[in-house]
């Protein structure tokens, strides 16, 4: 059972440059979200999904798209990067509304 | 979104000792979970607790939901114990993090 799985680990990319990571998961979960992790801070949500066809913005949603055309992934595209785009990012799933979240094992991005 | 503050920011303990990690939050919710992050930045789920007391091993939680927070009892500290601890909040499907109690165990 791979849970939730994110790639790529790593990313280097420079300022203006696009791309997306890519986050799957196997346990039919209706929400998905990202997330990022900065130095010596907690985690902020990004955007979220509860459902195939349905997503919306978390606290950080700038800079950041997503869309979910199955229950199985939720992609996150960056469509310009910027340096304070650098962080680690996480994909969580769970159930519903309610419920044990599953974490992925992260991406770490660099732009420079 | 739900204002989460945990507490200390910072542990420095000693291999066998024991600690509480407490969690407070602004407003009611349905989901509530206590996460380890270890040194390799990996997020492992320690407990789904929105209310009433869970333990599992050295470790045992409790969350006061009338009263908005959740404590983390660390039993008998090992030094694999060490990393960041977070509480996680929701209602709304917009989970909140707090800033994290980061947990140094010296043998």
């Known amino acids: 059972n791979a849970g939730v799985t994110q790639t790529p680990k790593f990313q280097v990319l420079k300022t203006g440059q696009s791309m997306t990571l890519q986050c799957a998961q196997d346990m039919n979960h209706e929400y998905m979200s990202w997330y990022r992790q900065d130095p010596g801070m907690g985690l902020r949500l990004i955007h979220y999904s509860v459902g195939a066809g349905i997503t919306d913005q978390g606290e950080v949603p700038n800079g950041y798209n997503v869309s979910r055309s199955t229950t199985e992934d939720f992609p996150l595209r960056l469509l310009s990067a910027a340096p304070s785009q650098t962080s680690v990012y996480f994909c969580?799933?769970?159930?519903?509304?309610?419920?044990?979240?599953?974490f992925g094992e992260g991406s770490r991005l660099t732009v420079l | 979104g739900i204002q989460v503050e945990q507490s200390p920011p910072d542990l420095i303990l000693q291999e066998g000792a024991n600690s509480t990690l407490r969690c407070n939050f602004s407003d009611s919710v349905n989901n509530l979970q206590w996460f380890h992050q270890n040194p390799w930045g990996q997020l492992i789920n320690l407990f789904y607790i929105p209310s009433g007391t869970k333990q599992n091993g050295r470790l045992s939680a409790t969350t006061v939901a009338t009263e908005r927070y959740s404590l983390l009892y660390i039993s008998s500290s090992q030094t694999t114990d060490s990393g960041v601890y977070f509480c996680a909040v929701d209602n709304d499907y917009k989970l909140s993090f707090g800033a994290g109690t980061t947990v140094t165990v010296r043998a």
């Open positions: 969580a799933s769970r159930v519903s509304n309610t419920g044990e979240l599953f």
